[in-house]
C-alpha cells in the first residue's frame, strides 16, 4: 500500500510541475519597439506586448527598400529598426538595414542581451551585430520566427552562417 501512495504522490508531483513549466512559458512576454528614420538617433517608440504574428505583421508592413534608399539618398543612414525583447530571458532581436553594394542594400541583424537598469533612461545592450550581405527578408523572417520559439541555439547557428561585424553595447531611449 505504502508503494502505491508513494507513486500517486509521485504522480501527482509531476504533473504539478508540468503545470507550473507551462503556466511560466504561457507567462513569457515579448514587447516591441521601432526606431523611424524620422526620429533622432537611439529613440524608439515602444509598440508594446507583441507576438509571432504581430511582430512580422509590422516586419511586412515596412517598406525597408524605400526607407534605405530614402536614407541612403540623404546620407543619414538613420534607418528603421524593428526590435523585439524577451522580458524572460533579457534576450534582444533587432532588424535594420545597411548599404550592401552601390545598388543593393542588406538586413543588418542585431542579436544579444538586453538588461534593464535603474535608470530607466539609460538600459544597456551588449549586441552582437551580423550583416546579411542580402535584401532577402526570409532570413529576418527566420530569425524572427526562431526568436518567439525561444529557440536561442538555433539562433546563434543560424548567425554563424552571416557576416560578423562587431559586438557592441548599446544605449537608447523610449520616446514617450
Known amino acids: 500500500m505504502n508503494k502505491i501512495l508513494a507513486i500517486f504522490i509521485l504522480i501527482l508531483s509531476l504533473a504539478s510541475c508540468k503545470e507550473k513549466v507551462n503556466e511560466r512559458e504561457m507567462?513569457?512576454?515579448f514587447t516591441s519597439r521601432i526606431h523611424s528614420s524620422e526620429?533622432?538617433?537611439d529613440l524608439y517608440k515602444i509598440l508594446g506586448k507583441t507576438t509571432l504574428?504581430?511582430?512580422t505583421s509590422d516586419f511586412e508592413s515596412?517598406?525597408?527598400k524605400n526607407n534605405f534608399w530614402n536614407e541612403f539618398k540623404y546620407g543619414s543612414l538613420n534607418m528603421t529598426d524593428l526590435e523585439v525583447l524577451s522580458k524572460n530571458d533579457?534576450?534582444?532581436l533587432s532588424i535594420s538595414t545597411f548599404p550592401n553594394t552601390d545598388d543593393t542594400f542588406q538586413f543588418f541583424i542585431g542579436y544579444?542581451?538586453?538588461i534593464e537598469t535603474k535608470n530607466i533612461d539609460k538600459?544597456?545592450?551588449k549586441v552582437k551585430i551580423y550583416i546579411t550581405r542580402t535584401e532577402n527578408?526570409?532570413?529576418?523572417k527566420k530569425l524572427i520566427y526562431l526568436f518567439f520559439q525561444r529557440d536561442f541555439n538555433k539562433i546563434n547557428s543560424k548567425l554563424k552562417e552571416l557576416t560578423f561585424m562587431n559586438e557592441i553595447e548599446d544605449l537608447y531611449k523610449n520616446i514617450k
Open 27 to 29: 507567462s513569457i512576454e
Open 39 to 41: 526620429f533622432e538617433t
Open 53 to 55: 504574428e504581430k511582430h
Open 62 to 64: 515596412i517598406n525597408w
Open 90 to 92: 533579457s534576450k534582444y
Open 112 to 114: 544579444g542581451n538586453h
Open 123 to 125: 538600459p544597456k545592450r
Open 137 to 140: 527578408e526570409e532570413i529576418p
